[in-house]
Nanobody
Framework: QVQLVESGGGLVQPGGSLRLSCAASGITFSFYIMGWYRQAPGKQRELVASVPTGGTTNYADSVKGRFTISRDNAKNTVYLQMNNLKPEDTAVYYC???????????WGQGTQVTVSS
């Protein structure tokens, strides 16, 4: 079965850093565009960043210059390096795998990121 297992969330102070990881299993990893989404209380889920197998990364304007998405195809893992975190980054972060043929779309369980003093 398909699993997207996330790790790395937690509580950090403003200006701090976190790295989120998402390990995928049960899929042919190279066939999927990988992405990170987030949802804050009372707000809609939004795309944070995405990365295809061999293409150009994409970022929300609010995180450009601070976050970096990457993937390790040998490990079937996608990462989100988050630097200079701000309180407005507080949200549940979700890993997403979207097949190139658009037939399959999978989500991780979500991991909480809280940025607070």
């Amino acid at each position: 079965q398909v699993q997207l297992v996330e790790s790395g969330g937690g509580l950090v102070q403003p200006g701090g850093s976190l790295r989120l990881s998402c390990a995928a299993s049960g899929i042919t990893f190279s066939f999927y565009i990988m992405g990170w989404y987030r949802q804050a209380p009372g707000k809609q889920r939004e795309l944070v960043a995405s990365v295809p197998t061999g293409g150009t990364t994409n970022y929300a304007d609010s995180v450009k210059g601070r976050f970096t998405i990457s993937r390790d195809n040998a490990k079937n893992t996608v990462y989100l390096q988050m630097n200079n975190l701000k309180p407005e980054d507080t949200a549940v972060y979700y890993c997403n795998a979207n097949a190139y043929n658009r037939k399959y779309d999978y989500w991780g369980q979500g991991t909480q990121v809280t940025v607070s003093s």
